[in-house]
């Protein structure tokens, strides 16, 4: 109904401007004529070519000695169709106050004789803008396989970079002699495993799965550090449902603990801030930690959250890491606010 509807407007759009463009140009040279009628008329020309439009779309998608057949009898056929609805429409109104008119054939005749390369050339126009339309679509399409694939392939990074810190964490408890928090931790890190293939085929989740897989995972690291790791989550209710990359504030968590709280003989606190602003969702994480150096490069984490980012977003994502207040590091993430 929508391309009926786009189809209809660009017609119905030439046609009001070739038929006010011939009155005024006839009214002004002093011409007299039917001009109600032949403003309709010249109107009404272009119903046929309205009308034969999706036809050439279907056409255009055949290929080979087919679509050499097929063009020069469509373009023929509908030049003969056009040229006698124009003469019939003529013959109807005469819009041109002709003193005699020729019978219909005869009429029909002399209209696809004088419009025959103006025929061909609509048709070949309108031909091109199709192939133009089904390029465009193409290379989009293109674009969405090739973005989905760098996202796959970026999320694929995360998984086991995220496996192999778990297990490290495991085999930390069990040089311990901690056995039973092993086990917890094996049992909820096997949760966290299905819940990641579940939701494998989605790049963005609403808030508040995310930060339901965050808790989980930060259950995960309070029986390995025990007191000595505070959380603290600010989850305002009214933005459960903002859409924000799957897997994001895992990765975030993780630097924080290893290279903030973790370095700290008495552990520290992590602090998740979700606010928005007009049409921008911010996500603030900030831990106790050490400064961060003169010099600082992403690790794995860091840098896939970057390029995820910016493949789902562009430039309208942005990713900043700065000391916070003093003795603390902060993270802030920004994106726009989208729902399911």
């Given amino acids: 109904m929508r391309n009926w509807l786009i189809i209809a407007g660009i017609w119905g759009s030439v046609g009001l401007f070739d038929a006010s463009r011939t009155v005024f140009v006839m009214h002004a040279e002093g011409m007299h004529h039917d001009w109600p009628y032949l403003f309709l008329v010249l109107v009404l020309c272009w119903l046929v070519w309205a009308l034969a439009t999706p036809l050439v779309m279907r056409l255009e998608r055949l290929r080979g000695w087919r679509a050499w057949v097929a063009h020069p009898a469509a373009c023929l056929g509908i030049g003969v169709v056009a040229a006698g609805w124009g003469a019939w429409l003529e013959e109807r109104f005469n819009p041109w106050l002709a003193n005699e008119i020729p019978d219909l054939p005869t009429l029909w005749r002399m209209r696809f004789e004088e419009n025959l390369l103006a025929y061909l050339v609509l048709y070949v126009t309108v031909l091109a803008v199709c192939v ?18 760098r996202l796959d392939a970026l999320r694929r990074q995360i998984e086991p970079h995220f496996l192999f810190n778990s297990l490290n964490a495991i085999v930390s408890l069990i040089r311990e002699k901690r056995d039973a928090d092993a086990i917890q931790v094996t049992v909820e890190l096997g949760d966290l495993l299905r819940r990641v293939l579940d939701e494998s085929g989605r790049q963005l989740v609403p808030l508040f799965e995310e930060l339901d897989f965050l808790g989980k995972y930060l259950d995960i690291q309070r029986v390995r550090f025990g007191d000595r790791l505070g959380v603290a989550i600010e989850r305002p209710a009214g933005l459960a449902m903002a859409q924000v990359p799957a897997l994001l504030l895992q990765p975030l968590a993780e630097n924080a603990i290893k290279h903030g709280i973790g370095r700290r003989v008495d552990g520290g606190r992590l602090d998740i801030r979700v606010a928005r602003a007009e049409d921008r969702l911010t996500i603030a994480m900030e831990n106790d930690g050490p400064p961060l150096p003169p010099s600082r ?32 590091v902060l993270v802030t993430v920004s994106l726009p606010y989208r729902t399911a």
Avoid: K, W
């Fill in 132 to 149: 133009a339309l089904r390029t465009r679509a193409q290379m989009a399409r293109q674009r969405e396989v090739l973005t989905q694939a």
């Fill in 297 to 328: 490069e992403d690790g794995i984490g860091l840098a896939n959250i970057r390029a995820r980012l910016f493949s789902l977003y562009g430039e309208d994502a942005v990713l900043e890491i700065a000391d916070g207040a003093p003795g603390r």
